[in-house]
């Protein structure tokens, strides 16, 4: 599993809906042309996952008595090197937070995402699931929550 991750942005207005507390994990096997966060690439650059980052973001997304929503973005949450950290991060806040909702961006189609039992656990619990690489060529900052017309917003609940 990696340890590492790529940051935590605890009032984020730009990914999800309202305010969502945002998690980047580290490393993407991806490497889209034109990709805006290329320094999260490295599955060894990034920082150290802290013990008690689910604490972080479960009281994050609460603060100041305002409710948020919870946005997961990379890098690639769903590789298998971060897998197992999103799984781990994702049940807890969806234990927490029965009923915000929680966004997931992968740079995998839907149909080639890499099965296994985190996966699993992870399409139950969140929401909207962005799928598909950035393709540079087809960019369009019109669309809400996508970067590239190829990508699509999958609404699993
Ligand atoms: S999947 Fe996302 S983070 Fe990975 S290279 Fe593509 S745009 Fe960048």
């Given amino acids: 599993m990696n340890t590492k991750y790529a940051g935590l942005?605890?009032?984020?207005?730009?990914?999800g809906e309202g305010v969502c507390v945002s998690f980047w994990t580290q490393g993407c096997p991806?490497?889209?042309?034109?990709?805006?966060?290329?320094?999260t690439w490295d599955f060894d650059g990034g920082m150290e996952v802290p013990t008690d980052i689910k604490g972080q973001i479960i009281k994050a997304i609460s603060a100041n008595g305002v409710e948020r929503n919870f946005s997961v973005l990379g890098g690639e949450p769903l590789c298998p090197e971060n897998i197992e950290l999103t799984c781990s991060v994702i049940t807890a806040v969806r234990a927490a937070y029965p009923d915000i909702k929680i966004y997931l961006w992968t740079g995998y189609t839907f149909n080639a995402l890499p099965?296994?039992?985190?996966?699993?656990?992870?399409?139950e619990k969140?929401?909207?699931?962005?799928?598909?690489?950035?393709?540079e060529e087809l960019r369009d900052i019109t669309l809400p929550l996508i970067g590239s017309s190829n990508q699509t917003i999958i609404h699993l609940t």
């Fill in 115 to 123: 099965l296994c039992d985190e996966l699993e656990k992870i399409i």
């Fill in 9 to 15: 942005m605890k009032n984020d207005m730009v990914n």
């Fill in 126 to 135: 969140i929401d909207y699931l962005i799928e598909g690489p950035y393709i």
């Fill in 30 to 39: 991806h490497r889209c042309p034109g990709c805006h966060n290329p320094e």
